[in-house]
């Protein structure tokens, strides 16, 4: 019998990926497209492309419904023009992707139309309201907006002027959620003063019976 040692590979084993392995890999991938879907709106100094529509509307069948209607900067009638909430547009288009729900995004600066937010009656909010008119009920419209540094909060959570019951049910457990990660979150906006009571805003005119 030989006492020399057969030679031998060392065969790795791979472990089973974990969740949180799973989870930071979902992150790069939504960053990803983040970064990608986000650079129309940085085009011009982001007032966005010259040419094309000044803002898209899509309604999945997915209850959720997210928008960014500050996405590029734009002029706001008499009061001159209205900066973007930077990265916001391309934030909403990628998770939207992710989620495969709906999406409402400002695309490019246009002087005839103006802001959404802003004016009473805008045709991007009667396209939107067109859009889920068959199944109001079933909706949600989350706005996404930037915030400043010194608003000493990372999440205001805006309620809008009339938010029914199911509003503050849903803003609640977002709140609760957000805050669990170590986030701190300003329920109502009162705090921050993001509490979007406009009459005119998107989720007051679109989510008002």
Not at 76 to 87: F, H, I, L, Q, W
Not at 88 to 112: E, F, K, N, Q
Not at 166 to 171: E, G, M, N, S
Request: glycine fraction near 8%; proline fraction near 6%; charge should be positive.
């Amino acid at each position: 019998m030989s006492g020399r040692v057969a030679s031998a590979r060392v065969i790795p084993l791979r472990s089973k990926p974990t969740k949180q392995m799973m989870a930071r890999s979902e992150l790069r991938r939504l960053d990803k497209w983040w970064r990608t879907l986000n650079r129309p709106f940085e085009l011009n100094s982001y007032f966005g492309p010259q040419t094309g529509p000044a803002w898209r509307v899509r309604v999945r069948a997915h209850p959720l419904v997210l928008s960014a209607i500050h996405a590029v900067r734009h002029h706001r009638g008499a009061t001159g023009v209205k900066p973007a909430d930077a990265n916001t547009g391309g934030l909403v288009l990628a998770v939207g992707m992710y989620l495969h729900s709906g999406s409402v995004v400002l695309l490019r600066d246009d002087m005839r139309v103006g802001d959404p937010n802003y004016l009473r009656d805008h045709p991007l909010k009667d396209e939107l309201a067109t859009a889920i008119s068959d199944h109001w009920s079933r909706h949600v419209l989350i706005d996404f907006h930037g915030m400043k540094d010194d608003r000493n909060y990372d999440i205001s959570l805006g309620l809008g002027r009339y938010p029914p019951p199911r509003t503050q049910r849903l803003a609640e457990r977002l709140a609760g959620a957000f805050e669990l990660r170590g986030l701190t979150v300003d329920l109502g906006g009162t705090a921050s003063g993001l509490s979007a009571l406009s009459e005119e805003t998107i989720t007051t005119r679109n989510c008002t019976p």
